[in-house]
């Protein structure tokens, strides 16, 4: 453990947060406790004011009996030993200093702190729990949603994506991709409006109750070096780094794709979606959903970045037709980072090799200035934990296909098996 701590040392050290440029004072910002409240302000700034009125109504995904509501949860004793004996020790406390180490090494305080910041995780995972399985077993979730999803990943999500983008181009088809960027998405949530998608998926009675309960009421404070911001209401949002939030955001935009034609995939709010444009009622028809997207989140109080929306034209007869979103052209690309890939026009993958090669090598350079020790119990877990992992991700959809790139890879193998005494 204390290897692999020197290890992170050694790596480039993150940039302090500041000074920031405050515009009123026509200056930059230095204090930390400033500082912490103008990164609050900005914070605080990006919430929905939710139009409590016009809550629209969301169609049901739900169509089971009253009896298959989940409107009601009971929570054994041993349910709530099985989360606290699944708590790491190794994870800071809450708001509330309270160290997961107390829940776990003291039974004498199992139950008398339940409404605090770790034990509320807790509470929050065995609703979560109980909440995916009521829609697993009803199949309330859209298969294009790849976040946050059992036995689902970055990789099926990319997997899925491009075996439709390629299928389609090795036959020689012109084929459009969008990239969508909600703005803030987690964070704009509208609370009510969430409470409306939940009910629509049989989410009901006092679980409801108690989940409109988790939301209200929360706040939060910036700290920047021990200095703190005051405290602000947060308005919309689920929160992030919750236990809860995640399922919660997927049922939200559960229904975005609904009535759209192009193929879409999710994973979380990374929303990406391709058509086939042989002809103009091809680029139309994709048009006709970008639309479709838009009007789902006019009606829902979210907000597309049509600024970072991005458009990759592949195949060489494409008509590189112009898409917009709420009356903006959308910027075209020929290159994207995808869910930590890198995805060109050409659909090769030497960028993405180049990049995780330089990574790799890096990652080799700092083990091999700070650790004397060459030998293979100590540099072989280094290798695998530290290196081998950039080599490794999602590899399934970018493996190479050129000479240049698979040697190119290949070195960096045969680079850490020289350093390794007994593998050279």
């Known amino acids: 453990q204390n290897v692999f701590k020197y290890i992170r040392s050694r790596k480039p050290a993150k940039k302090p947060v500041g000074p920031l440029d405050d515009r009123a004072i ?8 400033a500082i ?7 914070f605080a700034s990006v919430f929905t004011a939710e139009d409590v009125g016009k809550i629209p109504e969301s169609a049901p995904s739900f169509v089971g009996d009253e009896s298959e509501e989940l409107s009601r949860i009971e929570v054994s004793l041993e349910e709530v030993l099985e989360q606290i004996e699944k708590l790491n020790v190794n994870k800071s406390p809450g708001p509330d200093g309270i160290h997961p180490r107390v829940l776990k090494d003291d039974p004498g305080n199992y139950r008398p702190v339940s409404l605090t910041s770790v034990p509320g995780k807790l509470v929050e995972t065995i609703v979560k729990n109980k909440i995916v399985k009521h829609v697993e077993e009803h199949n309330l979730l859209d298969k294009s949603q790849h976040g946050f999803c059992k036995g689902k990943s970055c990789l099926t999500n ?20 969008v ?7 987690f964070d704009k949530v509208p609370h009510q409006r969430l409470l409306c998608k939940l009910h629509g998926h049989g989410i ?18 910036v700290g920047i070096n021990g200095k703190f911001s005051d405290w602000r209401g947060v308005t ?7 236990v809860l939030g995640p399922i919660l955001f997927n049922l939200f935009i559960n229904d975005l794709e609904k009535g759209v034609s192009s193929e879409v995939v999710k994973f979380a709010d990374d929303t990406k979606l391709f058509r086939i444009v042989k002809t103009e009622a091809d680029c139309e028809g994709l048009q006709e959903d970008l639309t ?9 109080q979210m907000k597309f970045n049509v600024d970072k929306c991005k458009v990759m034209h592949i195949g060489k007869n ?10 903006a052209n959308l910027a075209t690309t020929n290159q994207e980072r995808d869910l930590g890939v890198i995805v060109d026009s050409s659909l090769k993958t030497s960028t993405q090799c180049a990049v995780v090669v330089k990574k790799a090598n890096r990652m080799l350079g700092i083990i091999r200035k700070g650790i004397e020790n060459k030998t293979q119990n100590i540099l072989l877990p280094l290798y695998k934990t530290m290196v081998r992992p950039h080599l490794e991700y999602c590899v399934q959809m970018w493996s190479p296909h050129l000479k240049k790139d698979i040697l190119a890879l290949e070195r960096v193998q045969k680079r850490a098996a020289k350093m390794i005494r007994g593998l050279e």
């Open 204 to 221: 009901r009675g006092k679980v409801l109750s108690w989940i409109e309960n988790w939301l209200k009421d929360r706040k939060q404070r």
């Open 179 to 185: 990239y969508l960027d909600f703005q803030k998405a």
């Open 236 to 242: 919309s949002g689920v929160p992030q780094g919750s």
């Open 36 to 42: 912490a409240e103008k990164l609050n302000d900005f």
């Open 158 to 177: 990319l997997l899925e994506f491009f075996e439709g983008v390629n299928k389609h181009a090795d036959k020689g088809d012109p084929v459009d991709i």
């Open 292 to 300: 479709k997207l838009s009007d789902w989140a006019t009606k829902w």
């Open 318 to 327: 494409n008509p590189n037709y112009t898409y917009s979103m709420m009356g």
């Open 26 to 33: 026509k200056g930059a910002v230095k204090d930390d406790k």
